[in-house]
């Protein structure tokens, strides 16, 4: 059987994405994970939004694992996905799409910052950014 030409050009993508872009799919994709929960939950398809629910939790519980303990920021992360896999998780349990809705755009917001941070992360690398732009992106990036 011929393999399917999308599924080898995605596997490829996927192997040549640096980190960031990684990370930003990984947001990404969990945000999408999120609102189909919601979908199905309203619609009262409880076995889809446990599928999906869970699969935004396991995205969560990987960045999570990821995060290196040697910096001080990670900690906040790690804090911060707690609170996510909380209420995701309590979410499901009750079937409370509140609790869901309520962590989207945080993780949502979160993913736009990396996905700033990588593009501005590209522009260094080539040597394209100007030193109020970093100046501005450096503000922007500060908790």
């Known amino acids: 059987m011929a393999e399917n030409p999308y599924k080898k050009y995605r596997e490829q993508s996927i192997n040549t994405m640096t980190q960031g872009e990684m990370l930003v799919l990984l ?13 199905y939950i309203e619609e009262k398809d409880y076995a889809k939004a446990n599928e999906s629910l869970q699969k935004a939790e396991r995205i969560i519980r990987y960045l999570d ?5 040697q910096y001080e920021i ?11 896999i909380w209420r995701i ?4 349990i009750h079937k409370d799409v ?6 989207i755009p945080m993780i949502s917001d979160l993913g736009k910052t990396f996905k700033e941070a990588e593009r501005i992360a ?7 950014i100007s030193p109020a732009s970093q100046a501005q992106a450096d503000a922007a990036a500060a908790p």
């Open 65 to 69: 694992s990821t995060l290196d303990m």
């Open 27 to 39: 947001f990404e994709t969990c945000v999408k994970r999120l609102n189909e929960g919601v979908i």
């Open 98 to 103: 509140s609790l869901i809705k309520e962590v």
């Open 122 to 128: 590209r522009q260094q690398q080539h040597g394209t």
């Open 89 to 92: 998780t309590t979410g499901n």
């Open 74 to 84: 990670a900690m906040d992360y790690a804090r911060l996905y707690d609170y996510f």
